[in-house]
């Protein structure tokens, strides 16, 4: 049974069809305006609709950048898109005029994980933390081959764990999140500060910026750095390590078998998973005395919300099947 996935972010959609071994077969992408959600509703629908010339589907899973409801129906809180207490479910399935195909919401981060579980470099583990390194930090965490969602289906926030008290303040709310400090915002930021503050060691930074501190984008700072550039490296470093030391305070409450990091950032690879294994390896309780669970890049690039959130779309279906013994 094929699924449709959704990706969806602050400007774009990404939408595909996905088939069960977590291939996308067809793909397309649609421009939103993350201030008007019913704009965002209405681009899922037409994208929806073009695939469905050529494809036949049972369920859709819309990918959303922020707090899902457990039911997965509703988008209570979204920092960057205007959702707030959001029947996303219901307003899709009005807006694509069909009542026979379930729509299922969930957390971009979860989706990005579930892909990586289910078809990347976890699908032989039983247990992970994914950390999705974007303009935020998201994240999943599976356990026993279970999904984690909590009871009002807010858990794996990860990247809203308070890391330093009275810090950069979050899009939350609050100040101090991770998020703050391991995400390709943070980079930026930081880039953007060392450039006005250190013209001449940001020097090769700045003229790729074209003398701009405001130019600075992450890619930018990868390309710099993987010229061999000292503040490149340094920026990146700091970013591997705010990623290890967090890492290393989830395995005393978690303990996963394996960390998958992907998102934007993920480009620079070593870069940044080298110092995130390195602070990892310093911050974690009692080293030397049990596992130490690999720090691997992700595999499914900008893929992974289309087809985490089609094949979480696809079991919702199968569970709904069972529940009320029917077959799927």
Not at 61 to 83: H, K, Y
Not at 150 to 178: D, N
Not at 300 to 306: E, K, S, V
């Amino acid at each position: 049974m094929h699924a449709i996935g959704v990706d969806i972010g602050g400007t774009k959609i990404a939408v595909g069809v996905v088939d069960e071994q977590g291939r996308i077969v067809a793909k397309t992408r649609r421009k939103t305006q993350p201030e008007d959600a019913a704009s965002i509703d209405a681009a899922i629908a037409d994208a929806v609709a073009e695939l469905a010339a050529d494809h036949e589907f049972e369920a859709i899973g819309l990918a959303a950048a922020g707090f899902v409801s457990a039911d997965r129906e509703r988008v209570l809180f979204a920092p960057n898109i205007a959702w707030r207490e959001y029947p996303l479910a219901q307003k899709v399935t009005a807006a694509i005029g069909r009542d026979d195909v379930r729509v299922v919401v969930e957390n971009d981060g979860n989706a990005a994980g579930w892909a990586e579980f289910a078809f990347g470099p976890a699908r032989e583990a039983s247990s992970m933390i994914m950390l999705t390194i974007g303009t935020g930090l998201g994240a999943a965490i599976i356990s026993d081959g279970q999904l984690i969602r909590g009871s009002a289906g807010f858990a794996a926030e990860l990247g809203h764990v308070r890391v330093q008290p009275g810090g950069h303040p979050c899009g939350c709310g609050l100040k101090g999140c991770w998020e703050q400090y391991a995400s390709g915002s943070a980079l930026v930021r930081e880039a953007r500060r060392a450039a006005r503050e250190r013209s001449v060691r940001a020097a090769g930074l700045l003229r790729l910026a074209g003398g701009d501190p405001e130019n600075i984008t992450g890619p930018l700072v990868t390309q710099i750095a993987e010229e061999g550039d000292d503040l490149g490296i340094e920026l990146l470093t700091d970013l591997g390590r705010w990623i290890g030391a967090g890492a290393a305070s989830l395995a005393a409450v978690l303990d996963p078998e394996m960390y998958v990091v992907g998102g934007g950032v993920i480009a620079a690879g070593d870069l940044i998973l080298e110092p995130a294994r390195e602070s990892y390896l310093k911050h974690l309780p009692a080293a030397g005395h049990r596992p130490v669970a690999p720090i691997v890049a992700a595999s499914m690039g900008n893929d992974a919300g289309i087809v985490g959130a089609a094949e979480l779309a696809r079991l919702a279906v199968a569970e709904d099947a069972s529940a009320t013994g029917t077959s799927a």
